[in-house]
């Protein structure tokens, strides 16, 4: 399993800006796709955004369109997939985890923001709190 490692996070007030980073050392990530999730107290965890293999096709959840934007970067011999959080809303406060899903051969797939499934890597989360 690859590691993952998030950062980025923090308390930010509403209409305010984070940009997390998802770090996956020692992967060419075009043989994958990296999802952000997030899961709220009391709720289960959700798919936020996807960013898949050698296309860098993109996916996002209906609450964060046209307010969050997936990158991906190389730098370095770093693989690091960006989460950029615009106007932020208190109900985006949760932890967020990105997680790989290995596409095999399969590298042009698409991926879709909400499903989970395949994905068996995950980072440990990083808290983003919205709050004035």
């Known amino acids: 399993q690859l590691q993952l490692v998030e950062s980025g996070g923090g308390l930010v007030q509403p209409g305010g800006s984070l940009r997390l980073s998802c770090e996956v050392p020692g992967s060419n990530l075009d043989f994958y796709s990296i999802g952000w999730f997030r899961q709220s107290p009391g709720k289960e965890r959700v798919g936020v955004s996807c960013i898949s293999g050698a296309g860098r096709s993109t996916d996002y959840e209906d609450s964060v369109k046209g307010r969050f934007t997936i990158s991906r970067d190389r730098d370095n011999a770093k693989n690091i997939v960006y989460l950029q959080m615009n106007d932020l809303k208190p109900e985006d406060t949760a932890i967020y985890y990105c997680?790989?899903?290995?596409?095999?051969?399969?590298?042009?797939?698409?991926?879709?923001?909400?499903?989970?499934?395949?994905?068996?890597?995950w980072g440990r989360g990083t808290q983003v709190t919205v709050s004035s």
């Open positions: 997680a790989a899903k290995e596409l095999g051969q399969h590298i042009w797939r698409t991926c879709v923001a909400y499903d989970a499934r395949g994905y068996v890597s």
